[in-house]
């Protein structure tokens, strides 16, 4: 089955404890990112990857990181993680060239930090 | 740059009754769009997309938009709703020129559909 899966669903933690959360997707994708949703805003992208070891900001990168070290596999790390990054995170999916017309996300992950 | 606007951040509708979800969209080029649909606690889906050709498109499950260009609108329709279509619908929008690359979705706020028995 195609999927993009997420790990953790949802973490709890404090403030300055560095945390990564994981995405992966089985359906060779060169093109994978990071947004936020936050309510009354939508979705923002974070960071985006065009292809392995390649990667640049969203609409707001400040606080978070990335890498693509494997095509499968676009880690989040949020260095010294702070209360205003508390919020509901996706990663999503693409082929090159069809990203803006076929994107698959994951089930999400819910950040809460304290 | 793009932006979409969704004006309605809920809407309750009594079911089996006809909704319309609004979508307005800005963009100095000619973009694709977009309705993505957000059960509870679940992650997107696509519901529909408007990529070219007829301006009416249509979901499996009822669903249908349609894409005016001169009002720059991809409002979302249903005639008649179910209890099932409780859920969170996000309009977006993405340019046929990739920006340097970065082939992203510019989402709308949100319209948190409620359908009430």
């Known amino acids: 089955e195609a999927q993009v899966t997420q790990n953790p669903r949802y973490l709890i933690t404090v403030t300055g404890k560095k945390l990564t959360v994981t995405c992966s997707q089985n359906?060779?994708?060169?093109?994978m990112s990071w947004y936020r949703q936050d309510p009354g805003l939508g979705l923002r992208q974070i960071y985006y990857?065009?292809?392995?070891?390649?990667?640049d900001k969203g609409d707001v990168p400040e606080g978070y990181k990335v890498s693509r070290k494997e095509k499968r596999n676009f880690p989040l790390i949020l260095e010294s993680p702070s209360p205003n990054q508390t919020s509901l995170y996706f990663c999503?999916?693409?082929?090159?060239?069809?990203?803006?017309?076929?994107?698959?996300f994951g089930q999400g992950t819910r950040l809460t930090v304290v | 740059a793009q932006s979409v606007t969704q004006l309605d951040s809920q809407v309750p509708v009594f079911e089996e009754a006809p909704v319309e979800l609004r979508c307005n969209y800005s963009?100095?080029?000619?973009?694709?769009l977009f309705w993505y649909v957000q059960y509870p606690n679940q992650g997107l889906q696509l519901l529909l997309k408007?990529?070219?050709?007829?301006?009416l498109v249509k979901s499996i499950n009822g669903f249908e938009a349609e894409f005016n260009k001169s009002q720059t609108s991809f409002h979302l329709r249903k005639p008649s709703v179910h209890i099932s279509d409780t859920a969170e619908y996000f309009c977006a929008v993405s340019d046929l020129v990739s920006n340097f690359g970065n082939e992203k979705l510019t989402f709308g706020t949100g319209t948190r559909l409620t359908i009430i028995p």
């Open positions: 359906m060779n994708h060169e093109y």
């Open positions: 408007y990529l070219s050709g007829s301006t």
């Open positions: 963009s100095s080029v000619s973009v694709y």
């Open positions: 990857s065009m292809n392995v070891e390649v990667t």
């Open positions: 999503a999916s693409s082929s090159r060239g069809r990203a803006n017309t076929e994107a698959f």
